[in-house]
């Protein structure tokens, strides 16, 4: 079992749609929780960054943890064409070396 | 602000042909550095991080190298590719010591052996 699992899609939506994305994880030892945006051929970009469970807002975005479920969630509300792109799920144990464990990512495509 | 570069930025080598990646960072000082291969369709995989001048721990037992020779450079090498090196790498940094705190990815270089 893979200690984080993410839906591949692709998933596609009409601009202005509220997208949901999501992964789930194994090991309840995770602290911190990241999103990251990667546009084709590009490095991945942070998105949004969270600490235990909760949800938390910036701008379009909102991030949710429900670490009693082991799932956590990004949401986009009025999706724009811009926002096509990987969305990679990411988290660690935090620690000194700080190693991160990513989801495989989800292909979104905004249709306008 | 800090700045990651990584160069080059696509690269088509021969299989057998070495290779030398390298990345830098700007604008902080003792970073945490990390080399990932992205392959299509899959997740990052983390291959060597660094925490410190000399200092290199291997995630995974390939046919890659790294070394930090200065504080801010990370480089990535092989004697001799393989087919199955091609792929998306990237170079990572973190600050030291911040527990939790997240990573920067620079722009990635785009290997393909032929």
């Known amino acids: 079992q893979k200690e984080v699992e993410q839906d591949p899609g692709p998933l596609s939506v009409p601009e202005g749609a509220i997208v949901s994305l999501n992964c789930t994880y194994s090991?309840?030892?995770?602290?911190?929780f990241m999103w990251y945006r990667q546009y084709s051929r590009k490095g991945p970009e942070l998105l949004m960054y969270t600490y235990s469970s909760g949800n938390k807002e910036d701008g379009r975005f909102t991030a949710q943890v429900d670490k009693s479920s082991k799932y956590i969630s990004l949401f986009i509300r009025d999706s724009q064409p811009s926002d096509s792109a990987t969305y990679l799920c990411a988290m660690n144990y935090g620690g000194a070396t700080n190693k991160l464990i990513f989801g495989t990512g989800t292909l979104l495509a905004v249709q306008p | 602000s800090q700045t990651i570069h990584q160069w080059p930025a696509t690269l088509v080598q021969p299989v057998g042909s070495p290779l030398s990646l390298e990345c830098t960072v700007e604008g902080t000082s003792n970073p945490n550095l990390y080399w990932y291969r992205q392959a299509a369709g899959r997740g990052l995989q983390l291959l060597f991080y660094s925490v410190g001048i000399g200092q290199i721990s291997s995630e995974v037992p390939q046919n890659l190298s790294a070394s930090r020779p200065q504080d801010r450079q990370f480089i990535l090498s092989s004697k001799k590719l393989l087919l199955s090196d091609s792929g998306f790498y990237l170079c990572a940094w973190r600050l030291a010591g911040a527990l939790g705190e997240t990573q920067y990815f620079g722009p990635g270089t785009r290997l393909l052996v032929l």
């Open positions: 090991n309840s030892a995770f602290q911190y």
